[in-house]
């Protein structure tokens, strides 16, 4: 377990991790309201979803670059500074074309608290206990998909789509004041460069780690992105039940984030990160051959502890490989984790339409199959290179 020194620190990264997760994904349980307030299509105010994974996406590697001069604690508060203000003008928001403004505004927030808060949540403990740590920072996402989006939801039916983002926001200003006050000074470390990218993918099993967390996220989203309109299609579930299902996996989900340092320690990195591919796998399998009837809903919470196994061990293993640039890996890390989620949110509602629910696993299958490969390849890389930097045996004369 992490000390009780930098837990403080680890729950205010948490809870600024919360506030991102809420506010990223706020907009889908608010679609209604916003459409109606707004005047546009569902359809549009869901684009909201892409423009800020996109954004998140595009600035996450850029942001260590623009600003390298700070030192760790600022930049993780000029991030979360960045994602409140989006949010309350978001909240403010007379129009569609303002309301997508602001979410460019909090996604570049975003984009910089996000992998600065796994940086630090890594620095301020030692490393045995560092997958711990991360697994507590990454925590917040977990619950956001449990608490935050189901929060927004009901605020935004009883109180209205602006009240409810400005409670998001009250959320974020306390993650805020907390991170300002329990989070410890951190150097900046070495300056990244565009050079110092280029020489980070070059760095044995750097590139393929990276695509295994843009394939897997593709490969979950490519289901969870349109779990909606897929329970109702595939079990003919209500509305009360798609949301008890969706709680469901966010709860079991919420366990397989803080067991996966324990079965990391046992197996080790490498091996959890097989376990969750294979998991992930067996649950998409269990989706095609699921009864047409409400019990089959479970299987659809079966696979959420996989999915959510995967990133602590996966953000440890990124920073063994660049201890020096642990910030710049883990952006490079969270840009291909909301590009997996857009990229497979995009595959699954571009095939539901015309395929129906039935075949969707299997797609998520065989995406799913690339990330098993990636993740080969990384392992097998990360072993050569092992072998490659061992001292000769001396010889005995």
């Not at 789509?161 to 993650?175: D, E, N």
């Not at 309109?229 to 996996?249: M, N, P, Q, V």
């Not at 990391?264 to 998409?284: D, H, M, N, Q």
Request: aromatic share 8%; glycine share 10%.
């Amino acid at each position: 377990m992490p000390s009780r020194s930098t837990m403080p620190a680890l729950l205010a990264l948490s809870l600024g991790y919360f506030s991102l997760g809420t506010i990223s994904l706020a907009v889908v349980g608010l679609n209604g309201p916003i459409g109606d307030d707004l005047n546009v299509a569902p359809a549009r105010v869901g684009l909201l979803v892409t423009v800020f994974a996109l954004t998140f996406a595009v600035f996450a590697p850029a942001a260590p670059i623009l600003l390298r001069r700070f030192d760790r604690k600022k930049v993780l508060l000029l991030g979360i500074a960045l994602l409140t203000v989006g949010s309350v003008l978001g909240a403010l928001a007379p129009n569609y074309g303002f309301l997508t403004a602001t979410r460019v505004v909090g996604a570049i927030g975003a984009a910089i608290f996000g992998p600065g808060a796994s940086a630090a949540g890594s620095l301020i403990v030692p490393p045995e206990r560092r997958q711990r740590a991360l697994a507590t920072v990454f925590a917040g996402m977990t619950a956001a998909a449990v608490l935050g989006v189901p929060l927004a939801s009901f605020l935004g039916g009883s109180l209205g789509w602006r009240p409810a983002l400005l409670g998001v926001s009250v959320l974020s200003a306390i993650a805020c004041v907390l991170v300002a006050v329990y989070v410890p000074e951190i150097p900046a470390g070495q300056a990244p460069t565009v050079q110092a990218y280029r020489d980070a993918l070059r760095t044995p099993a750097a590139l393929s780690t990276v695509t295994t967390t843009l394939l897997f996220m593709s490969a979950q989203f490519t289901v969870y992105g349109i779990a909606s309109a897929y329970l109702k299609d595939r079990f003919d579930a209500t509305s009360g039940l798609i949301s008890a299902t969706l709680l469901a996996f966010g709860v079991i989900g919420v366990a397989g984030n803080a067991l996966s340092p324990r079965i990391a320690e046992k197996i080790g990195g490498p091996r959890t990160i097989t376990v969750a591919v294979v998991g992930l796998a067996s649950g998409f399998a269990l989706l095609l051959v699921a009864p047409h009837s409400t019990p089959g809903l479970a299987v659809f919470a079966y696979w959420a502890f996989f999915s959510q196994m995967y990133q602590a061990p996966q953000q440890a293993r990124l920073v063994d490989l660049l201890p020096l640039q642990p910030g710049m890996i883990l952006a490079m890390n969270a840009a291909a984790l909301y590009l997996g989620m857009s990229l497979g949110s995009f595959i699954g509602s571009s095939f539901l339409p015309s395929l129906g629910s039935g075949p969707i696993p299997a797609i998520a299958l065989g995406v799913l199959v690339l990330a098993a490969l990636a993740h080969t390849a990384s392992v097998r890389k990360v072993g050569v290179a092992a072998v490659e930097e061992a001292p000769a045996p001396v010889r005995a004369t």
